[in-house]
């Protein structure tokens, strides 16, 4: 047997997986492989939670935006329904002192007739006592208490239309 170089690489070789066997070099390659793989695992993991965390954070957000939304379109209707209410009570009461000043004005004016009417009975009885006291002073004569009468008349219808104006 001739000894030649794929000999001694072969030998080599074994030497050197032998060698490496001896240092435990595979053993100790597979627990930093290990480690790498845990320590991969742990980030992972460690990344799921953070993700699972973010999406816990995010629907809780998501829910109190959903709960400021309707506390807001609760107040808005809130405060839609009490302008609502302040309108109409503003409403009813405009319409109250407008009645109310209606029935001032009309009960003036009707106070206001009756104070024309009693000053013109007043003067209508204030002419028909002269009227009578011009009669009764010239009375001496028919015809001139005819024409004293017919005078009166004409001077009682005369100032009955000066009091309707």
Known sequence: MTIDATFWVAISFFIFCGTLIYFKIPQKINNLLIEKID?????????????????????NYENKID??????????????KE?????I????KFHQTIEEKKKNVEQKIAQMKKNAL???KNVSVKIAIE???????NSIDK????NLYTKSLEQTKISL????V
């Open 39 to 59: 320590e991969i695992k742990k980030e992972l993991n460690n990344a799921e939670k953070l993700k699972d965390e973010a999406k816990k954070l995010l629907s």
């Open 143 to 146: 015809n001139k208490l005819e």
């Open 89 to 92: 009570e503003k409403t009813k």
């Open 161 to 164: 239309k000066q009091t309707r």
């Open 67 to 80: 709960k400021s939304k309707k506390e807001t379109e609760e107040i808005i209707d809130a405060a839609k």
């Open 131 to 137: 009227s009578v006291e011009k009669l009764i002073k």
């Open 83 to 87: 302008s609502e209410k302040a309108i």
């Open 118 to 120: 009693k000053d013109i």
